[in-house]
């Protein structure tokens, strides 16, 4: 497992960022999007309420009490959406399955309105000539199961595989790319470690069962998906974190190296067979990740990609004052309108380590784009981004040097198509490449839009 920056130094290609964006002609353009996000129509059609229903419910917890009950609205604007990615020209949509529709109760009796509706988004895309790309778990748990102690309980394994059973029973002819889970760092430790995500725990033992327990249900929807025979393409979606150290001093390149072990080898080495890194579970003995015999075989099961999710990079120093004994300093970079720092050399860099450390598995960036205080103009028509269309450019500029550097990667997805329910934030951070008007869930194409569009057309190259 290659240190943080060992094997990224950069070569000559880093020194122009502003490299051409030709791609492959192969190459997979797409937007995506999450199900809780977007969707809305929260008890429509046999829906339950997931945890995010409970937890925007919890005071003090989502921005202004933000909800999910009408999200984006894709639930009933789906059609339409459908249409502007026809107008991108991408050759797929990237979107999560609502287990709360599907199976109401988490397990048992499906619910057939809530097949139906993901028939008609599937039928629209094919009609469209548009690859469904789906994800079977963003988040967005059925409170029910999260009432039998959700990830926390290893049953959630049995419960994970019989609704991704269910799924590829109802939906596998028409969709042959899927995605198990959606940053299962997120579901574990922002969900049960620091609380910010539902459920809303703050317990480092049951966040790194449920980390253990999501990496379980990974490989049993694995054996499900290989079972059916299939033969489509099935991964994960990860959101690692490729710290760069403050300095080549050999105690922040340490410290740098050590910051990823929590958010990056707790999840990526699972799944490649490696294993959680001892180094940071020795660190946390009141928090041991409950292995079993035959448990680090049936997480690693043999997967045909690797979903990247990217945003930002950060920049770490040693510290012998805090626990870790390492700490995130200031940096240079402009920021997002969450305050990530925009950094596209950090995006060449994290292609290169993971391609270094997962065995030349085909990569696909499955989500990258920035949170913009987007507004429309005077005509309420336009939306001018230019500093989305920067970002987009630098950070595509990143993906052509990497693809130029020998990484495998197949295909880049947008985050988002539309602007969407940000989780803790509420919808007060718009992502979308779409502008998304809440009063009434219009539709305004962004300049951000028309310039992807000429990137996935080969105008932009
Ligand atoms: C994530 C989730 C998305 C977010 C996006 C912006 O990566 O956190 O997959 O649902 O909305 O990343 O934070």
Same mark, same amino acid.
């Given at each position: 497992m290659n240190r943080i920056l060992d094997g990224v130094t950069?070569?000559?290609?880093?020194? &122009? @960022?502003?490299?051409?964006l030709s791609f492959p002609s192969n190459f997979l353009w797409g937007t995506a999007t999450a199900s809780f996000q977007v969707e809305g129509a929260a008890e429509a059609d046999g829906r339950s309420p997931s945890i995010w229903d409970t937890f925007c419910r919890t005071p003090g917890a989502v921005a202004h009490g933000h909800t999910g009950d009408v999200g984006s609205d894709q639930y009933h604007r789906y059609a339409e959406d459908v249409g502007l990615m026809k107008e991108l020209g991408i050759g797929a949509y990237r979107f999560s399955l609502a287990w709360p529709r599907i199976l109401p109760d988490g397990i048992g009796k499906v619910n057939p309105k809530g097949f139906e509706y993901y028939h008609r988004l599937l039928d629209a895309l094919h009609a469209a000539g548009i690859r469904p790309a789906v994800t079977?778990?963003?988040? &967005? @748990?059925p409170q029910v199961l999260e009432d039998r102690g959700g990830w926390t309980n290893r049953d959630i394994v049995g419960w994970f595989g019989e609704y991704a059973e269910a799924v590829y029973k109802e939906l596998g002819d028409k969709v042959d790319f899927w995605m198990t889970l959606n940053e299962p760092f997120c579901t574990a430790i922002l969900g049960y470690l620091t609380g910010h995500h539902a459920p809303g725990i703050t317990d480092r033992a049951k966040a790194y069962a449920a980390v253990h327990h999501l990496h379980l249900a990974h490989g049993a929807a694995v054996d499900a998906y290989r079972a059916t025979g299939q033969g489509g393409e099935i991964g994960i979606v990860l959101n690692l974190s490729t710290p760069r150290p403050a300095t080549r001093r050999p105690e922040d390149v340490e410290a740098a190296d050590r910051a990823a072990d929590m958010p990056t080898r707790m999840f990526l080495d699972p799944i490649m067979g490696r294993g959680y890194p001892e180094r940071h579970l020795a660190a946390y003995?009141?928090?041991?990740?409950?292995m079993r015999d035959g448990d680090v075989e049936k997480i690693s099961r043999k997967i045909d990609f690797i979903g990247v999710n990217y945003y930002t990079e950060h920049v770490v120093a040693f510290d012998p004052d805090s626990p870790e004994k390492f700490r995130s300093v200031p940096q240079c970079e402009p920021v997002t309108d969450m305050g990530w720092p925009i950094v596209p050399k950090g995006f060449h860099r994290h292609l290169r380590w993971i391609a270094e450390n997962t065995n030349g598995l085909p990569l696909y960036v499955t989500e990258n784009g920035c949170a913009m205080p987007d507004e429309l103009d005077d005509t309420g028509t336009r939306c001018h981004d230019p500093r989305r269309i920067d970002y987009l450019r630098s950070h595509l500029g990143a993906c052509a040097r990497a693809i130029a550097d020998g990484v495998p990667l197949k295909g880049y997805f947008v985050w988002s198509f539309i602007d969407n329910f940000e989780w803790a934030f509420g919808y007060t951070r718009r992502f979308g490449i779409v502008y998304c008007d809440y009063l009434d869930a219009r539709r305004v194409p962004k300049d951000s839009f028309y310039f992807f569009r000429d990137v996935v057309s080969g105008a932009e190259a």
């Open positions: 950069p070569t000559s290609s880093t020194s &122009d @960022l502003a490299s051409s079977l778990y963003h988040w &967005d @748990l003995p009141a928090a041991p990740v409950p």
